[in-house]
């Protein structure tokens, strides 16, 4: 059987175009990867999104997400898509054993920041530690917290959280900034920012229930470890975009995120579509994500209609 959609991703942008699809009757079938709900889930509360004035716990705005997608009878599945042949159309997408052809495909398979990959960074996620400052600066204003990153999205992380926390350090492993000149000027001129030099975070101290209260440094060169209590930390090492394996169709930046026309979720493959933070590594909001998720369904909509005239 051949799809008039597959969505690839579940993310607000992968869902939003499933909401958008479903009600053009493109019948869309989503497959939620290997995050189902996109990084929302991870998020504890969300008061930066449009609607909800007492906020909302990110698992359960997708939720809601994912239910309205199903009410207008999109199909999801909690399946990973291994590999597909953009090479002619029908597409395919290739989910274990099964491929699925499909006339059109919109990705909005996202990009994951990149951790430390320590055990309790892991636990702690959503309570203390972050990996956006603009969602959840708010949450430490009159704390201390801790930056970790040397580049310039460490920098702008730091300058931004300045507003709220009462003190912001930057945890970097070398004696010096990567970030461009006028983002590290900014940084040196900010009375609220210092930086811990020569060091890396060796663990993050706290509990589900009281958050993070520390963590654990270790210094590059002497090697000596030593304890430093904060209320929050956040990780400013960049972002990878899921793009792997679209690597052999679709144009992809110098960074991996995939290049979309101007003002359009276009790609340079016909019928193949991209949304969300997959192809747009400078605002990385939620609802900008849904934005794109809304521009990719129409755009599919449209360049669907036009193969039949």
């Known amino acids: 059987m051949k799809e008039k959609l597959v969505i690839l991703g579940s993310g607000l942008a992968g869902l939003t175009a499933a909401i958008y699809a479903a009600r053009a009757n493109l019948e869309p079938l989503v497959f939620e990867g290997v995050q189902p709900g996109g990084q929302l889930t991870i998020t504890t509360d969300v008061e930066n999104y449009p609607g909800f004035p007492n906020g909302i716990m990110g698992p359960e705005l997708m939720d809601l997400f994912r239910k309205q997608a199903q009410r207008f009878e999109a199909e999801t599945h909690y399946l990973t898509v291994d590999k597909v042949d953009l090479s002619k159309r029908p597409f395919k997408v290739f989910v274990g054993d099964d ?25 702690l996620m959503g ?85 993070v209260t520390g963590v654990v440094l270790k210094d590059t060169i002497s090697g000596k470890v030593s ?17 792997r394996i679209f690597r052999d169709y679709i144009d992809l930046d110098q960074n991996g995120y995939i290049i979309t026309k101007p003002d359009s979720t276009y790609t340079n493959v016909e019928g193949v579509f991209a949304c969300g933070d997959v192809q747009d590594n400078v605002y990385r909001q939620a609802v ?6 809304c521009m990719a369904a129409m755009d599919t909509e449209r360049w669907l209609e036009s193969q039949t005239k």
Request: net charge negative; with cysteine.
């Open 99 to 123: 491929i699925y052809r499909t006339e059109t495909i919109i990705v909005s398979t996202g990009a994951s920041a990149q951790l430390l990959g320590l055990e309790s960074e892991s636990k």
């Open 227 to 243: 304890e430093e209590p904060c209320d929050g930390i956040f990780m400013a090492i960049g972002h990878t975009p899921n793009t």
């Open 288 to 293: 900008t994500a849904a934005g794109t998720g």
């Open 127 to 211: 309570h203390g530690v972050s990996a956006c400052a603009t969602c959840d600066g708010f949450f430490f204003k009159d704390k201390k917290v801790m930056v970790v990153g040397g580049g310039d999205s460490a920098a702008e992380e730091s300058i931004f959280l300045t507003k709220f926390a009462s003190e912001v350090r930057i945890i970097h492993r070398r004696d010096e900034l990567r970030a461009s000149k006028i983002m590290q000027k900014r940084v040196f001129d900010n009375p609220k920012v210092e930086i811990c030099w020569n060091s890396m975070v060796e663990d993050i101290q706290g509990e589900k229930e009281t958050g």
